[in-house]
Each structure stands twice: as C-alpha cells, then as structure tokens.
C-alpha cells in the first residue's frame, strides 16, 4: 500500500508542476495578479507530494519490503538501519527520485526566501523551476519508477546494496553533491526568467546570486566528500581518477567557480551580463549533461545504451530541449542587453574575465576528454581512453593561470588601476613566495624538486596576495584589528575561499610530488623498512562484522623506536555473496598519512600488503572546507538580506546611473 | 572605431587566439595520450604496435596464474577465445581478479609480444563485464557472461 502511495503522490507532484510551468508564466504575461500567485501554492504542492513519494521509499526500505523491486536490488535484512535509509539512493531509480525531491527542496526555498522578488520575476523563476521538474518527474516515472513491485513471486531477501556504498560516505556525499548540481537549476531559472522579461541588470545578478552560491558550496562540498571517500574507501590511495562520473559532476563546479565571478562583476558593475546568462545556461546544461552521462550507461559502453535505449533517449531529448529552447531564448533576447560602463585593460573586470575564460577552457577539455571515448566508439574509430595525462596536461597549466590571476584579481580595482600602485602592493608577497618556494624543497627532502619549489611558490602566491589584500584594505583603520572588524562578510569570504584555494593546491601538488607507495610481501613477524617508517606484521586474523567476515590484519608502525600507529587493514567478504572489499587502514595527520591495504594472501601466512606515504593529502579537503566556509560567509552579508533590500535597490539605481553617465 | 566597438574587437580577437591556441594543444594531447584497446587475437596477429601504452583485455585462462614466491611477481593469460596472451605484472591483484573472469591489462608489449602490465582491472562487481571484453564475445552476447560461454580448448 505504502509504495502505491508514493506512486500516486509523485503523479500528483507531476501534475503540479505541469501546472506550475504554464499557469504562473501565462500569467505573467498577461498581467494576471491571481494566475502569478498560484505559483507559491503550487509549488509548495510539488515539494509536499515529492517529499511524501520519498518518505514512502524510505519506509519501503526501513520495512525491507523485497516486494518493490528497487528495495529488492539494493537492501537486505541484515544491512544496518543507516544504510537502508540511504540505500534509497543507491540505484538508479532512487537517485532520481532524490534528485527530483532536491529539485523540489530548492523549488519551496524559492518561495520562503526570494517572496521581495517582483511578482512577475518570481512567478517566472518558479515556472521554469516547474518546467525542469516536468522533465525529471516524467523521466522517473515513465522509465526508472522506483515503486515497481515484484509480484507475485517476491523474494524473501534482497540482493544486498553495494559493498563499496556500505559507508559512512554514502550517507552525505551523494545527497550534497546532488543538492549542488541541481541547485544551479534556480542559477538557470533566474536567468531564464531575466531573459523573458529582458530585465537583466544588477538587481537580477544579486537575486541569483545567494543561490548560486549555496549551490556551488553544496557542489564542492560533494566533490570534496566524494574525493575523501574514493581515497579511503576504493583502498588505492588515489583521491581524483578523472573518471567520467567525476569529470561529470566536476564540469558543473568549473563553470559554476566561472558563474559565480563572473555574477560578482554582474553585480557590482553592470557588465558581462549576457555572459553571465551563458554561463547559467551553461552550468545547469552541464548538471543535466553528467546526467546523461552517467545514468544512460553511454559511457560503460555505447552498446549498452543501444540495449536499454529508453532512459538515455529520454534524457538526450530532455537535454537538447533544454539547451536548444535557452539558447534560442538568449539568441532573440541577449542583443537587447547593452552594458552601460566600460573598463580598462588592467582593472578587476579583467581579470576576471580572465578567470571565466580560462575555466571556460578547462571545463571544454575535460568535457572534450570525457565524450571523446563516446564518440570514437559511435563511429568506429575503436575503443580509446582517455587518461589522467591528457587531463593532467590541461588541468594543470591553466590552473598556474588561474593562481596567478587570482593573486592579482583582488588588489586591482574596479574599472582602472594604476600599474605602477598594484606592482607595489604585489612586490612583498612575489618575494616572499619566491623565497619560501626555493627554500621548501630543501627542507622537505632530501632531493631537491624544482615542480615542489613551483608548486609551493604558487601557492604562497595565492595565499600571501590574498594576505596582503587584507592588510592593505585595513591600513586607514587606527588600529589593525578595527580595521579587520569594518571589513564586510563577503569580504571575508572572499579571504577564506581563496586561502582554501592556496591549501588545496598545496595539497594537491606536494602529495602528488611526495607521495611513495611499495607493494610488499609481509609474513607474520617480518619487518620492512620505507621511508624512514618500519613496519611490523603481526599476521591476519578473522573478525565478524554485522553483515560480512573479514580478514584483519595488524601492522604496527614505528620510527625511531617511536610506536606511530597500530593499523588494521581488512579484506571483507559480504555475506550476501560475491564481491571481496578491500578496507584500507590509515593513521591521517595534518603533514601525512600512513596508509596500508591488504592485498591478496599468498603462501604461509604471507600478505599482499600495499604501504603509502601520502604527504599534505589532508590539505586537499581541509581547502575545499575553507572554500565552501567562505561561500557561506559571502551569502550571509547584509546587502542579501530582505529587510535592507529596498535601500541597497535605490542605492544600486543611483550607482548605476553614476556608472551610466 | 568608437573605444567601445574597439574593445570589444580586441576581447573578441583575443578570445578567437586564445580558443585556437587550446583546441590546438587539445588535438595534440588527445593524439599523444589516447590508449588503444587491442583483443588478444590482434595481438597474436601482430597488428598490435610494440613498446607503446595499450590496453588489452580478456578471460582470464584457468590454470594460467602463476605467482612469485619471493615477491609479488605475477604471469597470467588473457584469452578472447582464438588466440592468448601472456602477461606479466608486478604488484596487487584487484580484488575480483580471477581465473575464468574477464581482466582489462594497461601497459606495453615487449618484443617477444608479451604483455608488460603497469595496471590490472578486473570486473566493477560480479554482474559487470569490461565493455571491451564484453564485445570480443560479438554483438549482442550476454555482457555478464561473456567469460563463461568462451571456449578455452584453442
């Protein structure tokens, strides 16, 4: 019964939205107070129905009802009760149905928050929100419902979720990074609804921009769990594999880092305004696009897209509407956006678009990386891959430019800057980094590297620009810290998010440079020596888990005489059948880890054991934290709040008339 | 030229240089860091080029396996059915490498025509076949049981 309600609730959330994506617009076009209003209730429908369609699931899952055969495929009685709630979206179906409930989540937050929107804009911005919904809930109900029973011959146990899912990251990542890619939907809705109306100007650009920042955060909050979680829990050390399903949701977050500065000069200047549209378009398109990819199997293998056609096919079609139908929007409309100011060579629009074309180029290569398999296949040009050296020789000079720009963006000012007065403010931290990246390696290791010295000079350069940013605005303040405490929010923001670029870089660089790893043979009671570290193998005994048996081995891990850590890597076998899990064991610290997996036993109690040593490899992480903080921080200044909206509107008018003239 | 007209010209050239430049360098970068996948009986029949990074794939050979005492040296055989591989590797077997099950191999063919492997991958999960060993048992198989319908008598 409960599985048919949810059916019958996610048809009714579909009909809402039919009904959200025409009432409200018709309505705004013909100046029909009532049909515009109709969009808030409406839309509250949506995200009610949707959400009772997945606490049904959910319920189908906590009562292990193997009758649906989505809960059937992926839970099991003795799966533990955290994980059959999250087993929800651990298919194809229910991921779905999580992305339509996110859709709906950010459809409702709509209505709670951007209510000082004008009608029109905001009846607009919900029928495009409804329009999307349209196309996610068809799709889930026509080729993936994960209502569908087994009946009558329904299996008395399921076949159990994925062990690789069974972790503590598949509970956060996958929602997260879904409310990250489906949240620059309300990016594409208001630009969309700003291209109907051919009202684009600054007070469009500071609606958006609180959403796309909280999708963006969402975003690299997602992408950094995900990492974390590839990197413990796949048991082989790598925390980026440039796999299409990364490269798919990392396309998203590149062009989303252009959209939001490129939204910030939008809003502070009144120029790049039909850019910034494109970029909209472009992100969301691109959300849809790492759909495709990973849920139409184009990319295991064409082949397998001819043989389940349905769902690919549907969602081909979905995308071409989408992209065609903006695109086209923005052909009619854009030209009619003229920007009223212009600026010179060396001022901060510059360099920002600086910054949006170059990640414009990275998102192309890796976008042109991930579909050149595809379409090799489709026309016979034979199975190819492309590999991490293609990306990486892309990814990492047009990042150097990147740090490089970014270290210059923030001292320059708006329209025109003096060259004479930013080489000044830049001398102190080009000094500084230059002198720390030469010296670094040195004490690092005992070989000296010159991509160390490079990698860290340009981190330094990232950090101690963004330093001297700080230090320069506060230097009229009487004292150091009144100063610090005029600065505002967004400002701060801005500090953190690139201070999280300088640390994630370092990470990346140094543990990339730094890292070792040894494929060892261990028998009980041998000793090895790597890296300065020795390690001791007590052998592998067996342990029981709620829903498997491992294998656990204990390795202690000295230096100097000195006890470091006591590790216990496992090999675990799921009692459901099948699959074998390597579960890796680390002892993480703020300069390394130390990380051990268990391979495979070979004679007399011998292991395969795998040994690294990933240096800085928590840096990583811990900068896409102060990233994601900084983002927060930059939505929560004032000038986004209702109350002060009215104000900061007639303030901005001024201001651009001041521009204008 | 109206100064606005103008910058707009410079932005737009300026794009136009720099988007020429990248797709350069990404034709040069796809051409140099492409992997081919070659099935075993290409191999045997020589099309396959020697010392350059390529991928291969195929069953695994029952009985094949040998492993290293001293270290973790390890020859195997990957078949498509009409012809066999030897491969050599050194290091971690994933954890669903088996005999009789489907392996994906990367690395470069010596001159003797052995495989020189910098990289096993075997099967996803137990329902999941490589796409390109799966096509070697010709359209239209069953992708999951590609390695059990091969014949190794050849």
Known sequence: MIPELGHFSLILALFLCVLLSIVPLVGSYTNQTVLMKSSTSLASGFFVFTTLAYICLTIAFAQDDFSVKYVASHSNTLLPIYYKLSAVWGGHEGSLLLWAWMLAGWTFAITLFSRHLPLEMFARVLSVMGMVAVGFLLFTLLTSNPFDRLLPDQPREGSDLNPLLQDPGFIFHPPMLYMGYVGFSVAFAFAIAALMGGRLDSAWAR???????????????????????????????????????????????????ALIHSLAVTEKRGVFKSWTILLAILAFSLSLL??????????????????????????????????GGSLTLYAFKAPQVKSVSRFSWLSRESLLLGNNVVFVIITATVLLGTLYPVFADMLGWGRVSVGPPFFNFFFVPLMFIVC???????????KKSPLKNIGGLLLKPLTISIVIGLVFPFLYADEYSISAAISVMIGMWVATTTLAEVIHKTRNAPSFMAGLKKLT????????????????????????????QKDLRLAPGSVVTVGGYEYLFYGVKEVKGPNYIAQEGRVEVTKDGRLIAELKPQKRNYLSGGNSMTEASIKSSFLRDIYISLGEPLQEGAWAVRVYFKPFVVWIWLGAIFMSIGGILAISDKRYRAHVKRKQEKLAATQNLAGAS | MHPARKQRLYIVLFIVAFASIAIGLIVFALRQNLDLFYPPSKIAAGEAPLETHIRAGG??????????????DVEFEITDGPAKVKVYYSGILPDLFEEGEAAVVSGKLNPEGHFMATQVLAKHDENYTPPEVADLAGEGADHQKTCEVISYDS
């Open chain 2, 59 to 72: 069953c695994v050979l029952p009985g094949s396996v040998v492993r290293s005492t001293t270290n973790l």
């Open chain 1, 489 to 516: 929010a967004s400002f701060y923001g801005m500090v953190l998010a690139h201070i999280g670029v300088a640390i994630t870089v370092l990470g990346v660089a140094l543990n990339t440079i730094y890292s070792d």
């Open chain 1, 404 to 414: 490089v720009l970014l270290g210059i963006g923030p001292m320059v000012a708006w």
């Open chain 1, 207 to 257: 609606w958006s921009r609180p959403w796309t920042t909280v999708a963006w955060v969402s975003l690299t909050l997602g992408l950094a769990l995900g990492s974390w979680w590839a990197y413990y829990e796949l048991g082989w050390g790598g925390w980026w594999f440039w796999d299409p399903v990364e490269n798919a949701a990392f396309m998203p977050w590149l062009v989303g880092t």
């Open chain 1, 290 to 323: 790492g759909t495709f990819l990973v849920r139409s199997g184009v990319i295991t293998s064409v082949h397998a897209f001819a043989t389940d056609p349905a769902r690919g096919v549907f969602i081909l079609g979905f995308l071409l509407f989408v992209i």
